[in-house]
């Protein structure tokens, strides 16, 4: 192709100058990109990384010289290998778009049209631009399709969109970007939807088509680890500002910033593992049902020590959450008992009398939904306390200001609705409704998974705080390997409604672990820039060694 | 301490209400300013109609079909009564009786499409529905005609039956409504608290639905009275010699034919209360779905 | 069996259900009648003789389930029983003589006006949505938000005075017979066709443009722009495929709708459609009449209904080529 001659590094291919973009609530224009520069080469992959709210998906669609509806780029200069995207004609940028910048997006399953199918979708921008025709184009696309390692490269393009999987639909659509050969792509998000183990595949799969092909991508994420493996040079944004930027090896070995130093530290929160052998809940040989054949809970049993903190990890459909329904007796399970301080639970809830269900509390991952956006914070915390104790009035209140305190928000957020509280406070709120019952077990089910990283890291801290303070236990639900790591005592591995693996921390952590675990473990992203390439490495070779 | 803060909340909860209704109320659009009014004035006229009116509402006052005069600012009707004051009087009858109908409609529908959600899928929800889609698939009208033929033309089986009939829409929207609030994870909280049915209703159900269920409110009263309105019009709704607005454009409909525009006035006191809660909900539909569309 | 097809068979199945409890609930109306309804029927000529042959003349001694079986085993031919009207007497009046010619003027009109309402409403309401926030969108928007909320008696009478009365452009009163041409029949039933239109393209406007602005903002749209997809093509050809099942319940809604505004603008304009007819039986509390008008009403617009369902079900991708 005439383009590759093209693609010598070293030379700029867009420059943003000063990016100012606005986007419209509650009657005004805000600022939500504040001036932010970016430089990238040809061949280059630029890692955007920031939390939500950091402008970071709208940064990237102004490369490409769009603005969202409600949005609109204010201010600065996009220059785009000499052309100006600001002072190009809607039509100008609509050539350029497809064809020289292309775009991945978060939830492929969303961004496919479901009416037409892969193969159409992943050409149509080749064909519309009159790049190629249409058989060259298919047998590209096909090309694409093997080389991003799709399953059935020659037939998987005539299936429609809600015929493939997840990680399956994002490579196709890095195909589609692919299709034009662009200079630049970018990837917004695009493995934050996907399981931990899918996202491997498809993270080496991008990574390789764009060092093969030497296009230059901007890579938008949340995950520092995910950003390490495929970015030249990172770049870090916070309230649509540039915190640091800098080449990728160097900025994980020495940030500058203060703030960039508190993303990394998440990582360094390190509990150790505590044993014990006073066991307030025991599930034994428990297996759940959601009705019809099909058993989400076959046969598990799981114990957790009084003071201590069991972390139950699995992947999406491996039963975590269903084993915390059946624990709380939503599920009543179809065989097996549930024991609580040596003395068996009744199955449902309705059975179960007051004082049980005060020993048992839970906390769920998206404090939005679990707290009632009608109910002021007094009325939210102060309820179990009337209802569990029986204490109301100015006692009560007293009560809520204590715990308010434990949870280290004021008394002045007595008043306040949900709505007025930051993601983060919620979930302290929810904390404190929790506490408030005085419970002996605290179900957390992946609390922390709907926050940023920061925040993540403080709510950790507050519960391991208020597990020394009052000696409760948690049974913690994950996906987070690294939040197991940082606050476990023993660890429950689940694969699709079975205890794979379980034991103190330190054992499951360490090999030889079940081929489930090893997997589960191998494809959590790490900090080291190297980590992918071994890790692809170590499998491919195994993946001789065993046939031979 | 706690004590003084209880007060401090007191304090500030009232006035934070009164101060961001009033917030809320700069920010209305002309349209739903207008509206207010329009039903402001409406509403007092239903009020006050003995005071404002200048003659009785069926009282018989002059000849028939006099034209419009500083004594009957709108002439008078086929058997000579004073239109302007039977207008005043509409107010009262059309409106009180589609309020009152909205009113039943709603705690019928509400109790039940709220029940409904709580035991979704249980048999009294399926047969609930099953019965409301059938109801459903026969128009309002035609249904409220046929029963109005079986039951005769009494104000009681007007309400009683357009009540019932409108029931089934409110159903629809408080079940789907409570629905998706019922499987919100506060009130799973609730639940594995060991909280009652009731408190789980009234606390954590009721206030979460109440915004779609009174925009709901305004825009079920303009279809309950459009629909008594028509049906009075069609000369078996409300009956003579009460005053009622669609009753009157059929008493005087043969007017028109002549060029006279009487008949105009009571439709156009139907419209424009109709059009102005349909402003009204229309901004309040904005403000609470959040959803902005002009952008 | 191709999942489609299993759809669309379940989708019939459950209106055939519909219109058979609409048909038991449109029956038993019968069953309610309050006490003395013979005499209230039958009036002056009320004697104990006529009553007595009026009660079995209507089949009262008779059980629910025999009546019933009998009632619709004749609509399925085509018989919906004998009037009331003249009961007692020796004139036998067969509804369905007396529908017959009505139905096809209410028919008549319902069509006229749907021809006229659907492709601007839906031309309207798809120009709305594609050109949003602009002048046109906004007049539109408010001048539909006003209409919608008129009853459809105001819109007839004031068309009437102004336009009949006043402009002498058309017909004030719409009397149509079965010797009127079929020109002179569209010249007739112009102003009630061009209330109903008004009647109902407001509301089908506003739903139509709902829902291509819903449409708009999914993702694969905005995919499909990032793509370099010049808009003509986006429109045609990513979000048309999708547009068929809104679109389409939209204007069976709306039509549905056509059904009940009918009887109102018969009314009005003196048009002798079966909606002025019901209203007519409803007075003279004649059941028989008013069973049957029910009846057409309420099938009518299940079908609309159903059929709106089955075309958004064989548009539907997903159902159309399942895993």
């Known amino acids: 192709m005439s383009t590759e001659k093209k693609r010598t590094k070293g030379e700029i291919l867009l420059e943003m100058k000063d990016v100012r973009i606005e986007g419209f609530s509650d009657d005004k224009w805000h600022q939500i990109v504040k001036g932010v520069d970016v430089t990238l080469k040809r061949g280059e992959v630029l890692g955007l990384i920031g939390e939500s709210g950091a402008g970071k998906s709208t940064l990237g669609l102004a490369a490409m010289g769009f603005a969202r509806p409600g949005c609109r780029i204010s201010g600065g200069s996009i220059v785009f290998d000499g052309i100006d995207l600001l002072k190009s004609s809607e039509e100008d940028l609509r050539k350029l778009r497809g064809s020289r910048i292309a775009y991945v997006a978060q939830s492929a399953s969303a961004a496919f049209n479901p009416a037409h199918r892969l193969l159409d979708q992943t050409i149509e921008t080749a064909l519309d631009h009159h790049i190629l025709d249409r058989g060259k184009a298919e047998s590209d696309a096909r090309d694409l399709y093997r080389r991003l390692r799709l399953p059935n490269p020659d037939t998987i393009g005539s299936r429609y969109p809600h015929q493939v999987s997840g990680g399956q639909l994002q490579r196709a659509m890095t195909a589609m970007a692919m299709s034009c050969r662009p200079d630049l792509i970018i990837f917004d998000e695009p493995t934050t939807a996907l399981d931990v183990t899918t996202q491997v595949e498809v993270l080496a799969a991008m990574r390789d088509i764009v060092e093969q092909f030497h296009t230059a991508a901007i890579y938008i994420t949340h995950d520092l680890a995910v950003v390490a493996q495929m970015a030249h040079r990172i770049m870090v944004l916070r309230y649509g500002k540039e915190v640091e930027e800098a080449p990728t090896r160097e900025m994980l070995k020495s940030p500058r910033e203060d703030y960039t130093k508190t993303l990394w530290a998440v990582r360094k929160l390190q509990m150790h593992e505590r044993p014990s052998d006073d066991i307030v809940l025991r599930v034994h040989d428990v297996t759940a049902s959601y009705g019809g054949e099909i058993t989400v809970l076959e046969h598990v049993t799981v114990q957790v020590p009084r003071g201590r903190t069991v972390a139950v990890v699995g992947e999406s459909g491996s039963g975590k959450s269903t084993l915390a329904r059946a624990i709380t007796g939503l599920l009543p399970p179809l065989s097996g008992e549930i024991y609580f301080d040596g003395k068996p639970l009744p199955r449902t809830l309705r059975e179960r009398d007051k004082d049980m269900l005060r020993r048992t509390q839970m906390i769920y991952q998206s404090p939005d939904t679990a707290l009632n956006p009608r109910q002021r914070v007094r009325d939210v915390i102060g309820r179990p306390i009337q209802f569990y104790h029986g204490i109301s009035g100015q006692a009560c209140d007293r009560k809520v200001v204590e715990l308010l305190e434990q949870i280290e928000l004021g008394e002045s957020y007595l008043d306040r609705l949900p709505g007025e509280l930051s993601g983060g406070q919620k979930q302290r709120i929810c904390i404190a409704r929790a506490l408030a019952a005085e419970p002996e077990l605290i179900i957390c089910d992946e609390v922390t998974s709907a926050l940023d990283q920061i925040v993540q890291e403080e709510i950790l801290k507050l519960l391991m705080r208020l597990q020394e303070e009052t000696n409760v236990s948690y049974l913690f639900i994950t996906h987070d390997i690294a939040t197991v790591q940082a606050i476990a005592d023993e660890i429950v591995v689940m694969y699709q409604g079975k205890v794979v693996q379980q034991g103190p921390k330190s054992q499951v952590l360490s090999p030889p672990h079940p081929a489930y675990t090893e997997l589960l473990l191998s494809s959590v992203p790490q900090m080291d820039p190297d980590w992918l390439t071994q890790l692809l490495a170590a499998r491919s070779a195994r993946s001789t060694r065993v046939p031979a | 301490m706690t004590a003084e803060a209880g007060d401090i909340r007191a304090i500030k909860a009232r006035r934070g209400r009164i101060e961001s209704a009033w917030r809320v109320l700069k920010t209305a659009p002309f349209s739903a300013w207008l509206g207010m009014i329009i039903i402001a004035i409406y509403v007092f006229c239903a009020v006050f109609a003995p005071w404002i009116a200048p003659y009785g509402e069926a009282e018989i006052v002059g000849n028939a079909y006099q034209p419009s005069s500083a004594e009957f600012w709108l002439g008078t009707d086929q058997i000579g009564r004073d239109i302007f004051s039977r207008l005043i009087y509409g107010a009262r009858n059309t409106i009180g009786i589609a309020l009152i109908t909205t009113l039943l409609s709603f705690a019928i529908g509400g109790t039940l499409g709220v029940f409904a959600a709580i035991h979704r899928g249980g048999w009294l929800d399926q047969i609930l529905s099953r019965l409301v889609d059938a109801l459903m698939s026969i128009p309002t009208l035609i249904f409220a005609l046929m029963l109005l033929a079986v039951f005769g033309k009494y104000i009681a089986a007007l309400i009683l039956i357009l009540a019932l009939l409108d029931s089934t829409r409110v159903f629809r929207l408080a079940r789907a409504t409570a629905i998706n609030v019922v499987v919100m994870d506060y009130v799973e909280a609730a639940r594995l608290r060991g909280e009652g049915l009731g408190w789980i209703t009234m606390k954590e159900i009721v206030p979460n639905i109440m915004p779609p269920l009174v925009a709901e409110f305004g825009l079920r009263f303009c279809f309950v009275f459009l629909t008594i309105s028509s049906l009075s019009f069609l000369g078996v709704g409300i009956q003579p010699p009460t005053a009622d607005w669609g009753s009157m454009v059929a008493e005087n409909k043969s007017l028109i034919t002549y060029g006279n525009p009487t008949p105009l006035y009571p439709a156009a006191a139907i419209a424009l209360l109709t059009v102005a809660v349909n402003f009204v909900v229309d901004w309040f539909l904005h403000r609470t779905s959040g959803l902005r569309d002009e952008h | ?323």
């Open chain 3, 1 to 323: 069996m191709h999942p489609i097809v299993r759809t669309v068979l379940q989708r019939l199945g459950l209106g055939l259900l519909t219109l058979f409890i609409v048909s038991i609930v449109i029956f038993s109306a019968l069953e309610m009648l309050p006490g003395g309804f013979a005499e209230a029927i039958l009036g002056q000529s009320a004697t104990p003789e006529t009553v007595a042959a009026f009660n079995k003349e209507i089949g009262l001694d008779r059980p629910a389930i025999v009546r019933y079986v009998e009632w619709i085993g004749g609509i399925l031919q085509g018989d919906f029983g004998t009037s009331y009207a003249g009961a007692g007497g020796n004139i036998k009046r067969h509804v369905s003589d007396l529908i017959a010619p009505r139905l096809y003027n209410t028919f008549f009109l319902a069509i006229m006006a749907a021809v006229i309402a659907v492709p601007l409403a839906l031309t309207l309401g798809v120009l709305a949505a594609l050109y949003r926030n602009s002048l046109f969108d906004r007049i539109v928007n408010s001048v539909t938000l006003t209409t919608i909320a008129l009853p459809e008696f105001f819109v007839a009478y004031v068309l009437m005075f102004f336009f009949a009365i006043k402009l002498r452009w058309f017909y004030s009163l719409s009397t149509v017979s079965e010797s009127t041409t079929f020109l002179e029949h569209i010249s007739r039933a112009a102003l009630p066709a061009i209330t109903l239109t008004l009647v109902i393209i407001a509301h089908m406007m506003r739903m139509t443009r709902a829902a291509i602005i819903n449409l708009l903002a999914s993702p694969y749209i905005e995919m499909a722009q990032l793509k370099g997809i010049p808009r003509r093509r986006v429109i045609v050809h990513h979000a048309l495929p999708n547009a068929w099942a809104p679109i389409v319940t939209v204007v069976a809604f709306n039509l549905a709708y056509l059904v009940v505004g009918v009887v109102v603008v018969e009314v009005v304009f003196v048009y002798p459609g079966i909606g002025q007819m019901m209203v007519d039986a409803v007075s003279s509390r004649d059941m028989p009449v008013v069973q049957a008008c029910a009846l057409i009403f309420a099938a009518t617009y299940i079908l609309l209904n159903l059929s709106a369902d089955i075309i958004s079900i064989i548009t539907n991708p997903r159902l159309l080529h399942p895993r």
